[in-house]
């Protein structure tokens, strides 16, 4: 059986302005379990190759929930699901 993908989309994107850029990076993520897989218990310390965070002036993560699926289908939990076992 295939596993799921847990990173669906990425994009990196840039708004320039006179002597700096806005840089954003867009994530989507299967579900809050595979976030947090991924992320860990702390999802707003930033994840960067070493070296980046020195580069930026102001790094911040925030997190959004997505409208375009079923609510019906979806659960909500705080706390992130222990890992699959399979």
């Given at each position: 059986?295939?596993k799921?993908?847990?990173?669906?989309?990425?994009?990196?994107?840039?708004?320039?302005?006179?002597g700096y850029d806005?840089?954003l990076?867009?994530?989507?993520w299967?579900?809050?379990r595979?976030?947090?897989?991924?992320?860990?218990?702390?999802v707003e310390?930033?994840?960067l190759l070493?070296?980046?965070?020195?580069?930026a002036?102001?790094v911040?993560?925030t997190?959004?929930?997505s409208l375009?699926?079923?609510?019906?289908?979806?659960?909500?939990t705080?706390?992130p699901e222990?890992?699959d076992s399979?």
């Open positions: 059986m295939a799921e993908r847990s990173l669906i989309y990425v994009k990196l994107a840039r708004q320039s302005h006179r806005d840089v990076l867009f994530e989507e299967r579900d809050s595979a976030l947090y897989g991924w992320a860990g218990s702390d310390r930033p994840r070493p070296g980046a965070e020195e580069l002036e102001f911040h993560v997190h959004f929930e375009d699926v079923d609510p019906d289908s979806l659960r909500a705080g706390e222990p890992p399979s």
